[in-house]
């Protein structure tokens, strides 16, 4: 498998005063170990019950925690509220600056949500991005907390701004409300792939999700499942889309800018739609493992 950094920030989830490792990077950085990937984690955690419970949670996963990521500093914390559809919202309680930041040789870069739009990481990864090896495939998930956001010119410019400097962007149509009002799915990929993105896509929630490219569209539908909570969802689709792109021809195609297959596309994002599909029945940020999305996948006739 080839080897990955992911960027960002990694917190708890509070849910019921139970503690939970999550953040949107950490998510998809175990998402991807979890599918066998070697991952590297660059992140903000403390020496804390908090940090050394992620700490655990990486190491279980499979994923490595990179040199610095740990510090005196408080581990960040996110208060999750559910509601009754079990859609989850936070209120958050941040330490994520990401200190230095190298380059690596890594076949895939990876970063998104707070870290990067929030000042001053949000800069830190745009050089980091900007340093990348040429032949390094770079993918970026906005995964807003409007919430958190401090000026909202500011974070529109960085996260556009990472936006053009990705292969592979992904966003959920919430996302993109906040982020483009009264513009459709349409214009809004159109938009991400004109700024520099190869592959632009959004997901729906259960109305699936649709990939755009230069030549080509493809829309998938979501898994027909009981849904526990949506913690972690897109995060496992990000992982899956990823896990689907990276060992196969679609990662060469995306860097050098290739007419992409169609086919090959589609295949991924029915990797994807099942990575999340399977989290959304589970409690909590629990994407699958290698052995349990090839085990569905071949249940399911893929």
């Not at 800069?123 to 495939?137: G, V, Y």
């Not at 080509?216 to 979501?222: G, N």
């Amino acid at each position: 498998m080839v080897s990955i950094q992911v960027a960002g920030e990694a917190l708890v989830d509070i849910v019921n005063s139970v503690a939970h490792p999550g953040g949107s990077p950490l998510n998809v950085a175990v998402g991807l170990g979890r599918l066998g990937h070697e991952v590297k984690l660059t992140t903000d955690i403390g020496t804390d019950e908090h940090g050394r419970l992620i700490a655990d949670h990486l190491q279980g996963s499979g994923v490595e925690l990179a040199e610095g990521s740990q510090s005196a500093a408080p581990t960040s914390t996110a208060t999750v509220v559910l509601d009754g559809s079990a859609n989850a919202s936070y209120e958050f309680e941040l330490n994520c600056s990401l200190g230095k930041l190298a380059a690596s040789d890594a076949s895939l870069l990876h970063t998104g949500s707070i870290a990067a739009f929030r000042s001053p990481s949000a800069e830190k990864l745009i050089d980091l991005f900007l340093a990348a090896p040429p032949n390094q495939l770079r993918s970026y998930d906005p995964n807003l907390r409007p919430a958190l956001v401090e000026n909202r010119a500011k974070a529109i410019s960085h996260i556009e701004k990472l936006s053009s400097l990705a292969h592979v962007v992904k966003l959920s149509d919430e996302d993109s409300m906040w982020l483009y009002p009264g513009w459709d799915a349409d214009r809004v990929l159109e938009h991400l792939l004109d700024l520099g993105a190869s592959l632009a896509v959004m997901t729906f929630g259960a109305r699936g999700a649709e990939a755009r490219t230069r030549n080509c569209e493809v829309v998938v539908p979501s898994l027909s499942v009981p849904t526990v909570d949506t913690v972690g969802a897109g995060d496992a689709f990000m992982a899956g889309l990823l896990h689907g792109i990276v060992d196969g021809p679609l990662a060469q195609d995306l860097r050098d800018g290739s007419r992409l297959d169609r086919a090959e596309l589609e295949a991924a994002l029915q990797i994807a739609a099942a990575c999340a599909g399977m989290t959304v029945a589970r409690t909590g940020a629990n994407p699958p493992t290698l052995g349990e999305l090839n085990e569905f996948m071949a249940g399911a006739g893929r």
